[in-house]
């Protein structure tokens, strides 16, 4: 037997993936109800992330990231409080968990080395979230000239003109 070969009754539950789904989904839930949100955060989450946690795979989990992002853009605070960052973790976790659990029986085990990439991969979105929201916090509040704007739409049409070009070179 190769010693780098994968025991099958090691690992954990794969149920447990579902658990994580419905503790996330709470802290999602919870998150729009600390801020006032109450009908439609119970209406239109609830039901959601309980249907993500019985079918990962379904389009439940679409539905809360996008309701969870409405509840959020609705409101008219600063969109860089701390009930905003604190969405951000939790419904990327909240994404993960769901298409981990969507493509593992939910009678399965699931070693912790198959999730490393994942862990890994999320880590590195969070890390340069994180870098992004530091950038936008940076930045003036005010009126921005419109010679700003302008330098601004045209750096980014440069951009998707460079990455249109670069793929079509392979």
């Known amino acids: 037997m190769k010693h780098d070969a994968l025991v099958l009754a090691k690992g954990v539950p794969a149920y447990l993936l579902r658990v994580v789904i419905l503790v996330v989904g709470a802290a999602i839930l919870f998150v729009p109800l600390q801020e006032g949100v109450t009908t439609g955060t119970l209406v239109l989450l609830l039901p959601a992330v309980l249907a993500s946690a019985y079918a990962p795979a379904s389009p439940a989990p679409a539905a809360v990231i996008v309701v969870a992002a409405v509840l959020l853009a609705l409101a008219d ?4 409080r701390a009930e905003a960052l604190v969405m951000i973790p939790l419904v990327h976790l909240f994404h993960v968990a769901c298409g981990v659990a969507g493509v ?8 912790s080395r198959a999730l490393r990439s994942t862990v890994l991969r999320f ?21 921005t000239q419109p010679v700003v704007e302008v330098l601004g739409l045209v750096g980014l049409a440069g951009t998707v003109l460079l990455v249109v070009w670069l793929q079509r070179v392979k």
Do not use: K, M, W
């Open 104 to 111: 593992v029986p939910a009678s399965g085990r699931v070693h």
């Open 123 to 143: 880590l590195l979105i969070q890390a340069v979230t994180a870098a992004v929201v530091v950038l936008v916090a940076l930045l003036p509040t005010g009126r």
């Open 77 to 80: 605070d600063d969109p860089v």
